[in-house]
């Protein structure tokens, strides 16, 4: 399921206040979902297979037991840099 807008190869654009809940499991394969706010209860725009590596926007990032959440207070461009790894750039 990905229904994110692509703006180029490997690379998607993310809204202002775009919400990812990302999980990192100790095996090193974790799980990317991104919803379009953290405040909307609607389903999830994407999940992805992967690792978050760097966020380089203007974000809010929380730890949590299982991974991060990382709240982005601009829009920005989740790129694919590697197999199953991602950046927000």
Do not use: F
Request: with cysteine.
């Amino acid at each position: 399921m990905n229904h994110l807008v692509p703006s180029g190869d490997d690379a998607w654009h993310l809204p202002n206040h775009a919400h990812l809940v990302v999980y990192e499991p100790a095996d090193g394969r974790g799980l990317l979902t991104i919803y379009d706010c953290g405040a909307t209860q609607g389903p999830p725009k994407a999940q992805l297979l992967g690792t978050l590596e760097t966020v380089a926007a203007d974000a809010a990032t929380e730890p949590t037991p299982t991974g991060r959440v990382v709240s982005l207070r601009e829009a920005a461009t989740l790129e694919r840099i590697g197999e199953d790894r991602y950046r927000i750039a």
